[in-house]
């Protein structure tokens, strides 16, 4: 099969789409022939930072396709089933093996683009709004990177409960676009100080959800309210200064971190199927939205790679086989 491969950690150039072996349907896996790739936030981190588990190395950790193969365990599956998967890796290529019980089948009838792109966005900001930062109604939430996957999701779940959305993103475009999806104050963070708005706009916070890392999650301590709480899932920010909890103290707040398959998945299989199936339904039902910016072809990941990280994507890049 074809894949976008890559030989050692850094920029999107070294991604190469080669031919590399097709992989084998294990007793308790299916394999999945790839219709559409998810390229998620962590995938770009991976290639950039993350040790290569294995050389050359195929990231990704999202895809939907079709069921082509059922290993002899598996008694859920069949063959012919549309479904999107959660991947530790493997995405960026033609087929990949998954684990069964981190596939979700897909409605009949519905668009498989959109659906490829909600486990892992959805999936994590229902965690980090619910499970994690115990968001109600009428609380206040800060979603960072609100033109990512993640703060998309989570802007339009925090709507949805009825809690007041403060978003931050790095271009006035994305931010316009921010509050068609329901952010009630929108703040460019490269221009102002997103600490000072969110005082002027509605003084502190109840839950800040955080995807960048570094200085945002320092500076997001000070946004808090009393017990107010902060649930950190990502270093998109490419900042990995030191944490200092001292100002946590202060408002006897608290800070969560966040992994979706090494934390809940792994340690609340059911719950968090259970959270990605109401998320898909929800997107199938057109009650949720994806937004795909763009789609390029698999053969075409650097470029993929590198749109995103020019900061241009708005929502999801996916690719094609
Ligand atoms: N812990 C978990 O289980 C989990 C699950 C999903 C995702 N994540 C992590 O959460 C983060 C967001 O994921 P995602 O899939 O939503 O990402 P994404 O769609 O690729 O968006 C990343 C966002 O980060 C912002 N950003 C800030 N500095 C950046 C930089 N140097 N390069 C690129 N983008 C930068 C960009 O917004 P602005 O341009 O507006 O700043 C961009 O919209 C990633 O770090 C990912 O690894 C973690």
Request: with cysteine.
């Amino acid at each position: 099969m074809k894949a976008a491969v890559y030989y050692k950690n850094g920029g999107p150039e070294v991604l190469q789409y080669e031919d590399v072996p097709d992989p084998v349907c294990p007793p308790d896996g299916v394999l999945i022939d790839i219709e559409v790739i998810s390229v998620e936030g962590g995938d770009t981190i991976h290639r950039s930072m993350v040790p290569l588990p294995r050389v050359p190395n195929i990231v990704g950790y999202q895809a939907a396709g079709t069921v082509r193969e059922v290993g002899a365990n598996v008694k859920n599956r069949r063959v012919g089933q549309r479904v999107v998967a959660v991947l530790e890796n493997g995405s960026h290529a033609e087929k990949v093996v998954a684990r069964p019980e981190f596939t979700w089948i897909v409605p009949d009838g519905a668009d498989l683009t959109p659906l490829a792109c909600v486990p892992v966005a959805f999936g994590t900001a229902h965690e980090a709004l619910f499970d994690l930062g115990g968001l109600t109604k009428g609380q206040k939430v800060l979603v960072h990177a609100g033109g990512s996957g993640v703060g998309l999701a989570a802007i339009q779940l925090a709507k949805a409960v009825g809690a007041v959305v403060l978003t931050t993103a790095s271009s006035d475009d994305k931010l316009a676009r921010l509050r068609e999806f329901g952010a009630d104050y929108a703040i460019n963070y490269k221009t102002t100080s997103f600490k000072d708005e969110v005082a002027k706009a509605v003084g502190t916070v109840d839950l800040v959800v955080d995807p960048i890392g570094g200085k945002t999650l320092q500076d997001s301590v000070e946004v808090l309210k009393y017990k107010g709480r902060i649930v950190n899932l990502g270093r998109a920010g490419r900042d990995s200064g030191a944490f200092d909890p001292y100002p946590l103290w202060l408002r006897n707040g608290s800070l969560h971190g966040l992994h979706l398959l090494f934390g809940s998945a792994s340690h609340e299989l059911a719950r968090f199927q259970g959270v990605i199936s109401e998320c898909i339904e929800r997107v199938a039902r057109g009650e949720l939205r994806v937004v795909v910016d763009r789609k390029f072809a698999l053969a075409d990941a650097a470029q993929a790679h590198a749109h995103i990280e020019q900061r241009s994507a708005f929502g999801r890049v996916v690719m094609l086989p």
